[in-house]
Nanobody
Framework: VRLVESGGGLVQAGGSLRLSCVASGMPFSVNTMGWYRQAPGKQREWVAHFTSRGDTGYANSVKGRFTITRDNTKNAVYLEMNSLKPEDTAVYYC??????????WGQGTQVTVSS
């Protein structure tokens, strides 16, 4: 299984970025896909998920600003991030869950929000 993220970068506060994650190596549509992030000196934290049934969930810190979508025809999951804040600065990882547990991870993509 391979997950490849892209779309990170440097953006000013208030700006937007769209992260992408493409999966290969196992059936995609039957699994929950998630986004996590890890800031320097902090633990990795859950950001959002999109289940195989079409349900989404968001951390309170990003609710209303971030939107997760998926395209099963492309084996891809996306994270649209708007109204970015400096505290959103982190390495963002996508995950593929097995039985509700994030099992496979991408290599991460850096998001830096300047004030």
């Amino acid at each position: 299984v391979r997950l490849v993220e892209s779309g990170g970068g440097l953006v000013q506060a208030g700006g937007s970025l769209r992260l992408s994650c493409v999966a290969s190596g196992m059936p995609f549509s039957v699994n929950t896909m998630g986004w996590y992030r890890q800031a320097p000196g902090k633990q990795r934290e859950w950001v959002a998920h999109f289940t195989s049934r079409g349900d989404t969930g968001y951390a309170n810190s990003v609710k209303g600003r971030f939107t997760i979508t998926r395209d099963n025809t492309k084996n891809a999951v996306y994270l649209e991030m708007n109204s970015l804040k400096p505290e959103d600065t982190a390495v963002y990882y996508c995950s593929l869950d097995i039985s509700g547990i994030p099992t496979y991870w991408g290599q991460g993509t850096q998001v830096t929000v300047s004030s």
